[in-house]
């Protein structure tokens, strides 16, 4: 069984660029969820993404967006990025099943830094 | 409303037990959990409790959660250089579990040899 895994581990960016996060779920699992861990801070929810579809939201604007792709792999890209963007953006997988225990369990994360 | 707290810093001797405190606001959490993070990796899944459950033990540690008080405390025994890190608590509030973990801003663990 292999674990959560997440490209690059670490971006430079500077402001108003895009950028684009990747994040392999835990085999056997159908349900994507990112977080921003800025220094210092506990992780926020950004979105989650089940079966392809986003389902559920935190408090991040419109240019936070994301893809889960049939192989249950995501995305989150970032337009127009900011300087308080700079954090460690987490990604996590589950299993959604009705019933069942669906704990999230967290990659290594991508570290970035925009200047 | 969705808050967690957490105590920032504690410290302890190598060998006694370090106790982690978290008070959570939202009386509709379902699950309760506890991450550890050491420097420069993501969160690693120690244990977790339900919101039925008082207590639960899981080797080296104890949760213990007082639904009443809205506090859940993580007991580690017997603690070890090794357990230096930072510790998250996290609560789920969705009735199915899934969508967000709401996180303390977390508890950082030193231990003294």
């Known amino acids: 069984e292999t674990g959560v895994t997440q490209s690059p581990t670490h971006l430079i960016k500077t402001r108003g660029q895009q950028v684009t996060l990747r994040c392999s779920s835990q085999?056997?699992?159908?349900?994507v969820s990112w977080y921003q861990q800025a220094l210092g801070q506990g992780p926020q929810f950004i979105f989650q993404?089940?079966?392809?579809?986003?389902?559920g939201r935190g408090n991040f604007p419109p240019r936070f967006s994301g893809l889960q792709f049939p192989n249950y792999s995501s995305e989150l890209n970032v337009n127009a990025l900011e300087l308080d963007d700079s954090a460690l953006y987490l990604c996590?997988?589950?299993?959604?099943?009705?019933?069942?225990?669906?704990?999230?369990?967290f990659g290594p994360g991508t570290r970035l830094l925009v200047l | 409303g969705e808050d967690v707290e957490q105590s920032l810093f504690l410290s302890v001797r190598e060998g006694d037990s370090s106790v982690i405190n978290c008070t959570y606001t939202?009386?509709?959490?379902?699950?309760l959990y506890w991450y550890k993070q050491e420097p420069g990796a993501g969160l690693q899944l120690l244990t977790y409790?339900?919101?039925?459950?008082d207590m639960k033990q899981d080797q080296r540690l104890t949760v213990l959660l007082n639904k009443k008080d809205k506090h859940l405390s993580l007991r580690i025994a017997d603690t070890q250089t090794g357990d230096s890190a930072i510790y998250f608590c996290?609560?789920?509030?969705?009735?199915?579990?899934?969508?967000?973990?709401?996180f303390g801003q977390g508890t950082t663990l030193q231990v003294k040899p």
């Open positions: 996590a997988s589950s299993l959604a099943s009705s019933g069942s225990l669906e704990t999230q369990y």
């Open positions: 085999s056997g699992h159908n349900t």
């Open positions: 993404y089940y079966r392809e579809e986003e389902n």
């Open positions: 939202d009386s509709s959490s379902t699950y």
């Open positions: 409790i339900f919101s039925n459950m």
């Open positions: 996290a609560e789920s509030i969705t009735p199915s579990n899934t969508g967000k973990l709401i």
